[in-house]
């Protein structure tokens, strides 16, 4: 099928009408859970991040600077799916392919097509938990953001490209955020679990695996590494 439409890629509109049409032959049970878990994986993704940060809080300073890095790097994604999108200011495909039938309702004009902000997200709330933890939980928010691409899609708000951009966008500025920024936090993690203030945000009150408690409440890490 061709596309007349601008600045859209004649393969992608083809796989947005075939998905868009797969999801209305779907039972109404499967449209209802899709509209509801585009929106929902955002915030099971955010609460992965909020758990890394508990969870961080018994780890050493650099694995608690990554956990706050995290979303940092999320927002850095966020701001820059934004930025990308005013200036490129293409249209949502349930705009101009008004023949289509879709699941949830088509955003209002101004609210621009590429980069998906959900799906660059998504791609940069997935690399903290994959960074920070291993075997099934560093699978598990990856697979997440690949089905919040794809619901973007079968609910009918985004075209294919739309979403393979912001997950590119976002696979790429979490991992240089988080390098780029972990020396610095880690010393400040390390300052800031000498004050009792500010410890109680960063660390359990018990030793981080590989330390020992010494005088005036100080934690000192082992010599070496």
Known sequence: MGNQIEDVPDISAEWYR??????????????????????????????LLVFGWWRARRGDDRT?????????????????????????????PCWDLTDVVTVATCPPYGDWS???????????????????????AA??????????AFSRVFVGVHYPHDVAAGLL????VAPVVLPALRSPATA?????????????LVA??????????AGCGRWRGRTGT
Do not use: Q
């Open 18 to 47: 075939e998905i868009t049409a797969f999801a209305l032959h779907t039972p109404g049970w499967v449209r209802d859970a899709a509209a509801v878990a585009t929106d929902a994986v955002p915030v099971i993704l955010f609460a």
């Open 64 to 92: 608690m600077a990554l956990a706050l890095l995290a979303p940092v790097a999320v927002v850095t994604a966020y701001l820059a799916s934004e930025g990308v999108k005013s200036v490129l200011r293409l249209h949502r």
């Open 114 to 136: 590429l980069p998906s902000n959900h799906a660059t997200f998504a791609a940069a709330a997935a690399v903290g938990p994959a960074v920070l933890w291993r075997g099934v």
């Open 139 to 148: 699978v598990v928010a990856p697979v997440l953001a690949l089905l919040e």
């Open 169 to 172: 966008l976002g696979a790429l």
């Open 188 to 200: 400040l993690i390390s300052a800031m679990r000498r004050r009792p203030a500010l410890a109680v």
């Open 204 to 213: 359990t009150g018990r030793p981080p695996p590989g330390r020992t408690r």
